[in-house]
């Protein structure tokens, strides 16, 4: 069943990266209201642009491949407005937008930081602290980074923004982009602040605490936002925590499935047993059925991993130990199987009358 989001751009659902980025960069320039005004459709764009956005990025791929637009997409009012967000901002980089774009607040630079945590952390969830040190306005002048007064900036006239040409690959455009030398304010000091010399902006070390949630996997992103660096005229930035789950010992995850080994003797294989086991959702008693073959695998459900469709199972393999060492009473047991083997009896049979 095709997929909204490769009908939009008229590619099939196994075409490459480099068949997505032409299909793209043909519809784009179709339907982008300064570069084609005959079939100018910015709707449209928006739309070619969304599917752009999911179909170049492999992991958001693989989630509307599964899911659908529901795995890539939220349903609140935040996740819209950041959808928004980041459209506009790709549309002005692509395409720059001369008289259509509007002046846009800056933003403080994203601050990443790296965690590792333990599997069993990963199952309940856990509470991290980070010492962390960003940019913050500088209480002293409020950002201007001026000492008293400050004087129209001579490089933008007043206007925060400076016009540019650019090539892009549509043709040249026109821009308007943040002045550089005032940072869009239009002010600059006459005499730089004291306390920040000038730059707006302080160092600030804080603490910070952040829930990493149950079931997370080893390279999820968790982006807290207006956590990361000031900026002098608009918003915070965000901070990105990537999360690394350490390998397990004991267990082998696969999603939200988790995968051990379980050691026995031959007798338990032969006649059965209750044998405990500590995993990380608990402790837990598995029956080890009559006459248990080596390799054969034990399924306990919903005793795995947390995710949003539930828990994932735990899946525990047999591994036999055969002993090395026989006393004579073993011995004897092995030889009666020896001398039976063309007979029906299988050899846990064998053992187990012996036992």
Do not use: W
Not at 165 to 173: S, V
Not at 286 to 315: F, I, N, Y
């Amino acid at each position: 069943m095709a997929k909204e989001y490769y009908e939009l751009l008229g590619v099939s659902e196994d075409a490459s990266q480099d068949e997505i980025k032409k299909a793209y960069r043909k519809k784009a320039k179709k339907y982008h209201p300064d570069s084609n005004k005959e079939s100018a459709d910015e709707d449209k764009f928006k739309k070619i642009n969304k599917a752009y956005d999911v179909l170049s990025d492999e992991e958001k791929r693989k989630k509307y491949d599964r899911f659908g637009k529901q795995g890539v997409e939220g349903s609140s009012s935040r996740g819209r407005q950041r959808a928004a967000s980041n459209f506009q901002d790709i549309f002005e980089q692509i395409f720059g937008g001369g008289r259509r774009k509007r002046q846009r607040q800056s933003r403080g630079e994203t601050l990443r930081i790296n965690t590792t945590i333990s599997l069993e952390e990963a199952y309940e969830g856990v509470e991290k602290t980070f010492e962390i040190s960003r940019k913050s306005v500088c209480g002293e002048c409020d950002g201007s980074g001026a000492e008293n007064n400050t004087k129209t900036c001579d490089e933008c006239g007043g206007q925060g923004r400076v016009r540019r040409m650019e090539r892009t690959p549509f043709g040249r455009t026109e821009t308007v982009a943040e002045c550089p030398k005032c940072e869009g304010r239009g002010k600059v000091p006459e005499e730089a602040c004291s306390e920040c010399g000038g730059e707006g902006l302080v160092d600030e070390d804080e603490t910070i605490s952040v829930d990493i949630p149950a079931g997370i996997r080893s390279g999820q992103r968790m982006r807290l936002e207006g956590k990361g660096n000031a900026s002098r005229s608009g918003r915070n930035g965000d901070i990105e925590l990537v999360v690394n789950v350490e390998s397990d010992e004991e267990f082998e995850r696969k999603d939200a499935n988790l995968f051990t080994t379980l050691d026995i003797g031959i007798g338990d294989a032969v006649l059965g047993a209750e044998v405990e086991i500590d995993a990380p959702s608990g402790t837990y008693s598995v029956t080890v059925p009559e006459g248990a073959q080596p390799g054969q695998v034990l399924r306990l459900r919903g005793k795995g991993m947390p995710s949003r469709r539930g828990h994932g199972d735990l899946h525990v393999k047999l591994d036999v130990d055969i002993p090395e060492n026989v006393d004579e009473e073993d011995v004897e047991v092995f030889k009666k199987y020896k001398k039976e083997k063309e007979m029906k009896n299988s050899f846990f049979e064998t053992v187990k009358d012996f036992i």
